[in-house]
C-alpha cells in the first residue's frame, strides 16, 4: 500500500510539472487550464485534482474527464497506462499464486487425512493412536 501512495505522490507531482514546463503562469494548452482559474489559488486543490487523474489513470478506470490536450502530457498519460496495466497484471498474477498455493496444501492435508483414514481401518488403530496421529 505504501508503495501504490508512493507511486500515486510521484505521478501526480508529474503530472502538474508537465502542464507547469508548457506554460508556467496560465497554464493554456494544458490539462490544467480548464481547472486554474478556478482552484489555482489552492495547491492542494489542483494536487487532489491531479491525484484523481492519477489514480483514474493507474486504476485503468479513466473517466476522461481529465485528459491530456497537448503532446508530452499524452505521452505521460500513456506511460501511466501502461504502468497501471503492467502494475495490475503484476497483482492479479501474485494473488492467483497465493491463492493456488493455498488450495495445493489444503489438497495436500486431505490427502494425508485420506491416506491416515485408509491406514485406521486397514491395520485397525486404536482410537486414542489414531487422534494423536491426526
Given amino acids: ?14 503530472w502538474i510539472i508537465t502542464a507547469a514546463i508548457v506554460d ?9 487550464s480548464s481547472y486554474y482559474p478556478e482552484y489555482g489559488n ?10 484523481y487523474w492519477t489514480v483514474t489513470t493507474i486504476t485503468t478506470v479513466g473517466y476522461g474527464d481529465i485528459s491530456g490536450t497537448n ?27 497465493i491463492i493456488s498455493n493455498s488450495d495445493s496444501k489444503a489438497g495436500n492435508y486431505q490427502e494425508k487425512l485420506a491416506t491416515l483414514d485408509k491406514a485406521k481401518k486397514e491395520y485397525n488403530l486404536k482410537e486414542g493412536f489414531y487422534r494423536k496421529l491426526k
Avoid: P, R
Fill in 24 to 32: 508556467d503562469k496560465t497554464f493554456e494548452g494544458t490539462w490544467m
Fill in 71 to 97: 503532446i508530452a502530457e499524452m505521452c505521460v498519460s500513456v506511460i501511466m497506462m501502461l504502468v497501471g496495466v503492467i502494475s495490475f497484471s503484476i497483482l492479479n498474477a501474485s494473488l492467483a499464486s
Fill in 42 to 51: 489552492s495547491d492542494m486543490s489542483i494536487y487532489m485534482i491531479s491525484t
Fill in 1 to 14: 500500500m505504501m508503495i501504490f501512495l508512493l507511486c500515486c505522490h510521484i505521478s501526480t507531482c508529474i
